[in-house]
């Protein structure tokens, strides 16, 4: 639970944009003549791949630690 809590911490300290929340106030912008699509597209390719790859990290590291915390696969009796 630490470690989802200083993660998400972390990217809300940095103002790490989500490809999907982010959408919405680009969006806005978008509408309201201050970006263009080039602006958008720029902003979702980014925050995209950001998201992918970190998720891709943050994922990969709950599931090791499950695994190593889950101890050795118990043998099969005969």
């Known amino acids: 639970m630490l470690f ?3 993660t998400t911490s972390a990217i809300a300290l940095l103002h790490a944009p989500h490809c999907i929340a982010g959408t919405v106030e680009v969006g806005f912008g978008l509408f309201a003549g201050a970006l263009g699509l080039g602006n958008v597209g720029y902003f979702l390719l980014f925050s995209t791949l950001g998201n992918v790859i970190g998720g891709t990290v943050f994922v990969a590291l709950l599931k ?3 695994v190593v915390r889950s101890g050795p696969a ?3 009796t005969e």
């Open 64 to 66: 090791y630690g499950h």
């Open 4 to 6: 989802v809590v200083v």
């Open 74 to 76: 118990p043998t099969p």
